[in-house]
């Protein structure tokens, strides 16, 4: 009778330890509203061709939520996974951060196309993801899920073809685009459309050269450019091969200005670069040297202390996508991926430290442009536009 009641106990024993064991499982997948942390996932090509950018981004990231590590009493928790500078890996990645991490909110991705690869996973998970510098108009078509604190192509290309038109007297015009990327391509269009109702001319397009992500030779397309005689080019591209690019037209001896977009403001364009991108230029999202509201003189000494140098515009949006996220979840009252997102698309007048931002029907933000040109080796500030009313 005893043994018997010693078998008993101790299968109830072993019982009781399975189930206690199944128990903590259960609660390390249950959501993030019922414990002490909030998870917002990070979603960035930390390795890669667009790894440069990527940090960039991430350290906008830390230091917000260095600043702000707290919301509704739970401490915020990052977790950073690497798209690898591949939509494949982009798409298993913003997976990982919705199946697996079970995050309340995602932040990413430098480059469109990253971006728009892990579209239809948010979408389907239901979780919000914030772009920090992510333009083409079709990361956020469709897609409830998917915000930005960035402007769009459509309005980036009209600057930049204002500025040709305007400013440099640009009546031809050449475009060499990196045909792999989404955001070159789309910018491309946009600023192709756009110049040439400036210009009345249909034939405004002297020549268009393509090239792939990764490409170091870039000789036949600027010798098919060089023969047209352009007076403007129009190279929005990656910052790698946009800086090798440039250098390679001052080394044939094409002076044509050529003017670029957004990704080239990374310190590899210049390192790259060097002597050869001297007065290139082209449009981003802020600068350093004119603080826009409070948010942007908190940011701006924070990151100077802890950097010890002037942050890119890529680095003040993805801070902001931190910051308006924390907003979203005050505003919710709740760390609900689906209550999250219905607070960020009522978004109106936030302010960031890239700006003030206010969410369209689409999601993405009506912003100021901002014009930079290499000189002396530094990104230094031309002008401010703004969209048209």
Request: hydrophobic residues 40%; contains cysteine; aromatic residues 8%.
């Amino acid at each position: 009778m005893k043994k018997k009641l010693s078998i008993i106990l101790t299968v109830f024993l072993i019982s009781s330890i399975a189930f206690t064991g199944c128990t903590k499982k259960d609660e390390g997948t249950t959501s993030t509203a019922s414990s002490d942390v909030i998870k917002i996932g990070v979603f960035e090509p930390i390795t890669g061709a667009n790894a440069a950018g990527g940090a960039l981004e991430v350290e906008g990231v830390k230091l917000a939520n260095k600043m702000y590590p707290e919301v509704l009493g739970k401490k915020v928790e990052l977790v950073v996974v690497d798209n690898k500078s591949d939509k494949v890996e982009a798409a298993s990645a913003a997976a990982r951060l919705v199946e697996k991490e079970k995050v309340s909110a995602i932040i990413g991705s430098w480059g469109s196309s990253l971006s728009m690869a892990a579209g239809d996973i948010v979408k389907k998970g239901k979780v919000p993801a914030v772009g920090a510098s992510c333009t083409n108009p079709l990361v956020t078509k469709g897609n409830d899920f998917y915000f930005r604190v960035c402007f769009i192509d459509p309005f980036q290309g009209t600057v930049m073809a204002n500025y040709a038109y305007g400013k440099l007297n640009a009546k031809k015009a050449a475009i060499v685009e990196e045909v792999s990327n989404d955001y070159a391509v789309g910018l491309s269009k946009f600023f192709t459309d756009s110049f040439k109702k400036l210009t009345g001319d249909d034939n405004c397009i002297v020549a268009v050269s393509n090239y792939n992500t990764g490409d170091q030779d870039f000789t036949a397309q600027l010798t098919n450019i060089n023969a047209k005689n352009p007076d403007i080019i129009f190279a929005p591209g990656n910052f790698t091969e946009s800086a090798l690019l440039i250098k390679q037209a001052r080394q044939l001896g094409i002076k044509t200005p050529i003017i670029g977009g957004d990704t080239w403001e990374t310190p590899e364009f210049i390192d790259i670069g060097k002597d050869a991108v001297e007065g290139a230029v082209f449009s981003t999202f802020f600068t350093s040297e004119k603080p826009i509201t409070k948010e942007s003189e908190k940011f701006l000494e924070a990151y100077r202390k802890q950097y010890n140098k002037e942050p890119a515009a890529v680095t003040a949006l993805s801070y902001d996508a931190y910051i308006l996220i924390l907003d979203a979840i005050k505003r919710a009252n709740s760390s609900d991926p689906v209550k999250i997102q219905e607070q960020l698309a009522k978004t109106k007048g936030f302010e960031g430290a890239a700006g003030i931002i206010t969410l369209d029907e689409n999601g993405d933000a009506v912003k100021n442009a901002v014009i930079k040109v290499v000189k002396n080796g530094k990104f230094t500030y031309l002008d401010t536009i703004e969209p048209q009313k």
